[in-house]
């Protein structure tokens, strides 16, 4: 049973435009959720994390919402540039982080 | 500030040969140490974490086994790999508070 999905295996988005990531979770006890960036044949890099007891964070063009209550996140990307085409990742852990449990993540292709 | 090394960046293996893949962090101390596998357009599956030397947890029952001699080496061992072992493997860490995760470069491991 998947406790993080992520339903859209691909999104497509004009440059400038806003992408927007979305995930869901079954676990109410998850405490961090973390997106992550990924291009072919390298490891994910961190993008952006929101703890549970907030329900937005900021980081330049990447904002992270939670909706607790609907155990929903989303990833907002403005604006979109081509350099942003990768696989992004939704990912939670519960206190401690000793397990990080990852979406089955998103191709998200930004054209000019 | 905190590095990941992991190798080989890439390994052709023939079915029933043995496996190692090598992963160390520099920087800190005491880390959270997990080894995760992306099988081809799939997402990343939790394979072994570790919260300290010789303590090792198995997610998902398989033909592979993971160590951890020393405080932030971690080792991925097969003593007979099968096809469907192919697939990309990733090294990572995260702090005690677990908060976020790092990755290495990853390995791609084809199984012929």
């Known amino acids: 049973d998947q406790q993080v999905k992520q339903n859209s295996p691909s999104l497509s988005v004009q440059e400038g435009r806003i992408s927007i990531l979305n995930c869901d979770y079954t676990?109410?006890?998850?405490?961090?959720f973390l997106w992550y960036k990924k291009y072919p044949a390298e490891g994910p890099t961190f993008l952006i994390s929101?703890?549970?007891?907030?329900d937005k964070n900021e980081d330049g063009r990447f904002t992270v919402f939670l909706n607790k209550s609907a155990k929903h996140l989303s990833l907002h990307i403005v604006p979109s540039q081509p350099g942003d085409s990768a696989v992004y990742f939704c990912?939670?852990?519960?206190?401690?982080?000793?397990?990080?449990?990852f979406g089955p993540g998103t191709r998200l292709s930004v054209l000019p | 500030s905190q590095t990941i090394h992991q190798w080989p960046a890439t390994l052709v293996q023939p079915v029933g040969s043995p496996l190692s893949l090598e992963c160390t962090v520099e920087?800190?101390?005491?880390?959270?140490l997990y080894w995760y596998r992306q099988a081809a357009g799939r997402g990343l599956q939790l394979l072994f974490y570790?919260?300290?030397?010789?303590?090792i947890s198995s997610e998902v029952p398989q033909n592979l086994s993971a160590s951890r001699p020393q405080d932030r080496q971690f080792i991925l061992s097969s003593k007979k790999l099968l096809l469907s072992d192919s697939g990309f493997y990733l090294c990572?860490?995260?702090?005690?508070?677990?908060?976020?995760?790092?990755f290495g470069s990853g390995t791609q491991l084809s199984v012929l």
């Open positions: 929101i703890s549970s007891i907030k």
């Open positions: 570790s919260v300290g030397i010789g303590q």
């Open positions: 920087g800190t101390s005491n880390p959270n």
């Open positions: 990572a860490w995260s702090g005690t508070a677990g908060e976020k995760l790092f």
């Open positions: 990912a939670a852990s519960g206190t401690y982080g000793q397990n990080f449990v």
């Open positions: 676990n109410s006890m998850f405490d961090y």
